[in-house]
């Protein structure tokens, strides 16, 4: 079965940082693309990263370029995000999803992860 | 970047309707959308993807069309748990935006 699963979330200052992780299972990671989408409460979703099987390719949203990073670590099964400069508009649950393969869309998601910027 | 507008965004309908919501891309994306339902508190799940094309496991009374800048997303007969947020889509470049969203209330 697969899984993912968000982890690292939680309150933080403005100004802060943050990793995010994303552990995967029951599936060979390396074999797929992955992303970072998120939802302000009361809000949509906001698509903010992607990565492609290796790492070579990366893409952002314009609201976290130059602020966040996407990588992975195929020997460990993880997707990670790392956040700086947060600010209260980052406060929302995360999100990591896995591409479907050569058609897009995003088959398989995270629980999310809940993250609080706020002093 | 593409922008999707979806509409309605909050819909009220009964058990056993037709309900119909539309997603219009500023630019073309041939059929590189997808549809996705949120119950709260959840993450969201695929239900059509390349515009038509039913997830596994996804019930058929759950049907998308379209192509270009104009899709729809149908539910033929609404069940009890098909009251959600869906949401759509574009995966034909980055960044790949979502809709804002349609609410689907009981009425």
């Known amino acids: 079965e697969v899984q993912l699963v968000e982890s690292g979330g939680g309150l933080v200052e403005p100004g802060g940082s943050l990793r995010l992780s994303c552990a995967a299972s029951?599936?060979?990671?390396?074999?797929?693309?992955m992303n970072w989408v998120r939802q302000a409460p009361g809000q949509g979703l906001e698509w903010l990263s992607y990565?492609?099987?290796?790492?070579?390719?990366?893409h952002y949203g314009d609201s976290v370029k130059g602020r966040f990073t996407i990588s992975r670590d195929n020997a460990k099964n993880s997707l990670y995000l790392h956040m700086t400069s947060l600010r209260a508009e980052d406060t929302a649950v995360y999100y990591c999803?896995?591409?479907?393969?050569?058609?897009?869309?995003?088959?398989?998601w995270g629980p999310g992860i809940l993250v609080v910027v706020s002093s | 970047d593409i922008h999707l507008t979806q509409s309605p965004s909050f819909l009220s309908a009964s058990v056993g309707d037709r309900v119909t919501i539309t997603c219009r891309a500023s630019l073309g994306i041939n059929n590189f959308l997808a549809w996705y339902q949120q119950q709260p508190g959840k993450a969201p799940r695929l239900l059509i993807y390349?515009?038509?094309k039913l997830e596994d496991g996804v019930p058929s009374r759950f049907s998308g069309s379209g192509s270009g800048t104009e899709f729809t997303l149908t539910i033929s007969s609404l069940q009890p748990e098909d009251f959600a947020t869906y949401y759509c889509q574009q995966i034909k470049t980055y960044p790949h935006t979502f809709g804002q969203g349609t609410k689907l209330e009981i009425k």
């Open positions: 390349s515009a038509s």
């Open positions: 999803a896995r591409d479907k393969q050569f058609v897009g869309g995003f088959e398989h």
């Open positions: 029951g599936f060979t990671f390396s074999e797929y693309e």
């Open positions: 990565i492609s099987r290796y790492g070579t390719t990366t």
